[in-house]
Nanobody, 126 residues
């Protein structure tokens, strides 16, 4: 069964940076838009960012615009989320998943996504 493996989460101080990575060992991400989601304690999972397959399209939710940057290396089958100027409200488990319906970036709608991994914990201290 295809699943993403996310990494790069850590405890960081407010204002700091982290770079998250996700990949699917043994499977390709070709043709799929890839999204990053996060779930904070006691809250529903929300779409954070999305990147298209090869068209350069990206999407960011308002709360992370100007701070987060999504990118992908199709040759390495890996998607990244560079997170700068982190805030305590960014604390969450971060997941990536593949949009099986689209190859271009759109606001992430959870039910369009599959291959969920275990996530990686990001904790931002104030």
């Amino acid at each position: 069964q295809v699943k993403f493996v996310e990494s790069g989460g850590a405890l960081v101080q407010s204002g700091g940076s982290l770079r998250l990575s996700c990949t699917t060992p043994g499977a390709t991400l070709d043709y799929y838009a890839i999204g990053w989601f996060r779930q904070a304690p006691g809250k529903e999972r929300e779409g954070v960012s999305c990147i298209g397959y090869r068209d350069g399209s990206t999407y960011y939710t308002d709360s992370v615009k100007g701070r987060f940057t999504i990118s992908r290396d199709n040759a390495k089958n890996t998607v990244y989320l560079q997170m700068d100027s982190l805030k305590p409200e960014d604390t969450a488990v971060y997941y990536c998943a593949a949009n099986l319906l689209r190859s271009t970036a759109t606001p992430p709608i959870e039910h369009e996504y599959a291959y969920w991994g275990q996530g990686t914990q990001v904790t931002v201290s104030s």
